[in-house]
T-cell receptor
Framework: DTEVTQTPKHLVMGMTNKKSLKCEQHMGHRAMYWYKQKAKKPPELMFVYSYEKLSINESVPSRFSPECPNSSLLNLHLHALQPEDSALYLC?????????????FGQGTRLTVV | AQSVTQPDIHITVSEGASLELRCNYSYGATPYLFWYVQSPGQGLQLLLKYFSGDTLVQGIKGFEAEFKRSQSSFNLRKPSVHWSDAAEYFCAVGARDQVFNKFYFGSGTKLNVKP
């Protein structure tokens, strides 16, 4: 199984809502990532989890709150978002160890903030 | 600092024609290099990767790429383009940390295929 599964595929939320994005992989990868991708732009790294611990936060606003409950799951909790946060949110995973490994990406969640 | 440059924002080729997408990287050590493809509204699919060894690497869907250290390039090629190849293509470098890789992406090249 080389899949990264993201749910939901689409999400529309108001600026006062609280919602969560979910990501799951069963490849035994211990590094998991959240990327944000605006239209016509490359993916931008938001967070990296390694062995269920937050390793990198790329100065992401606190209205985005990541969580890694176990080695297979990665969540992104959303609260009080702004319309400019509308984007495609991509989850990825890779083997740990900084070695010869690629990132496997999910299909993304298309988020619209109204 | 590591960076990836894709000089071509848009490329249009005719179906059946050959294709080359350019990628230049900046990285202090031996790079791990990747090409990903993205269809509209979809995630990224890995086309091919280079870690070491043979500088010409083969990927899926008939794509290949050549690593040229002297030119800091990793260009993607396909001998005959199909209409289904129309998509956005991203070159990426994996910057190695002790416990994971940080993946840095170029700005992408959008490929249009003319019938």
């Amino acid at each position: 199984d080389t899949e990264v599964t993201q749910t939901p595929k689409h999400l529309v939320m108001g600026m006062t809502n609280k919602k969560s994005l979910k990501c799951e992989q069963h490849m035994g990868h211990r590094a998991m990532y959240w990327y944000k991708q605006k239209a016509k732009k490359p993916p931008e790294l938001m967070f990296v989890y390694s062995y269920e611990k937050l390793s990198i936060n790329e100065s992401v606003p606190s209205r985005f709150s990541p969580e890694c409950p176990n080695s297979s799951l990665l969540n992104l909790h959303l609260h009080a978002l702004q319309p400019e946060d509308s984007a495609l949110y991509l989850c990825a995973s890779s083997q740990e160890g900084g070695g010869k490994t690629e990132a496997f990406f999910g299909q993304g969640t298309r988020l619209t903030v109204v | 600092a590591q960076s990836v440059t894709q000089p071509d924002i848009h490329i249009t080729v005719s179906e059946g024609a050959s294709l080359e997408l350019r990628c230049n990287y900046s990285y202090g050590a031996t790079p791990y290099l990747f090409w990903y493809v993205q269809s509209p509204g979809q995630g990224l699919q890995l086309l091919l990767k280079y870690f070491s060894g043979d500088t010409l690497v083969q990927g899926i869907k008939g794509f290949e790429a050549e690593f040229k250290r002297s030119q800091s390039s990793f260009n993607l090629r396909k001998p005959s383009v199909h209409w289904s190849d129309a998509a956005e293509y991203f070159c990426a470098v994996g910057a190695r940390d002790q416990v994971f890789n940080k993946f840095y992406f170029g700005s992408g090249t959008k490929l249009n295929v003319k019938p």
